[in-house]
T-cell receptor, first 116, second 111 residues
Framework: EAGVVQSPRYKIIEKKQPVAFWCNPI?????LYWYLQNLGQGPELLIR????????DSQLPKDRFSAERLKGVDSTLKIQPAELGDSAVYLC??????????????FGPGTRLTVL | RKEVEQDPGPFNVPEGATVAFNCTYS??????FFWYRQDCRKEPKLLMS???SGNEDGRFTAQLNRASQYISLLIRDSKLSDSATYLC????????????FGSGTKLNVKP
């Protein structure tokens, strides 16, 4: 079974440019998460989807970040415009239900963003 | 105060040693607890869930102490391949079933 797929794996852009990340969760997983991970830190939740509904976007900087999961399957996270401080690894994760606290999250390999 | 706190380490131990990490969490409403392993420049992967009664998986033992609000991970007979960062994860159903990650504890197992 394929795991969580993310693309691109690496992205280097100049500040003020837009950038987009794509994630395809494990087939059948209803819940999708986008996390940001800085070096030496744990992942921090940006947004969580239950199917196509964003149920927790409280940590998403909405002035420059946006996300969508139109058909409840794959998802795109966008930053426009990017700032130097956005350099980080962007991780996508999925889980089967998301409504149960014991649900296991499976992570994709991440997109490593460098903003110059 | 952070939701989840961990000693960043690194813990440098010889092969075959026993090593233990602790993780404290701030919210008593936390309900589920996990240890994830993250290799350098890789994604986190679930190592084990932590149950109230404690649980063991081979050389790994996890314990939960709700009264003191901490969880622990014990690794026996350390292998070189155990070298990684271990992330403590806590979940609260009351907050949209949100997962909180610690910053991780780095383990280096030396030959």
């Amino acid at each position: 079974e394929a795991g969580v797929v993310q693309s691109p794996r690496y992205k280097i852009i100049e500040k003020k440019q837009p950038v987009a990340f794509w994630c395809n969760p494990i087939s059948g997983h209803n819940t999708l998460y986008w996390y940001l991970q800085n070096l030496g830190q744990g992942p921090e939740l940006l947004i969580r989807y239950e199917n196509e509904e964003a149920v927790d976007d409280s940590q998403l900087p909405k002035d420059r970040f946006s996300a969508e999961r139109l058909k409840g399957v794959d998802s795109t996270l966008k930053i426009q415009p990017a700032e130097l401080g956005d350099s980080a690894v962007y991780l996508c994760a999925s889980s089967l239900y998301g409504l149960e606290s014991t649900d296991t999250q499976y992570f994709g390999p991440g997109t490593r963003l460098t903003v110059l | 105060r952070k939701e989840v706190e961990q000693d960043p380490g690194p813990f440098n131990v010889p092969e075959g040693a026993t090593v233990a990490f602790n993780c404290t969490y701030s919210n008593s409403a936390s309900q589920s607890f996990f240890w994830y392993r993250q290799d350098c420049r890789k994604e986190p992967k679930l190592l084990m869930s932590v149950y109230s009664s404690g649980n063991e998986d081979g050389r790994f033992t996890a314990q939960l102490n709700r009264a003191s609000q901490y969880i622990s991970l014990l690794i026996r007979d350390s292998k070189l391949s155990d070298s990684a960062t271990y992330l403590c994860v806590v979940n609260r159903e009351s907050n949209f079933n949100k997962f909180y990650f610690g910053s991780g504890t780095k383990l280096n197992v030396k030959p």
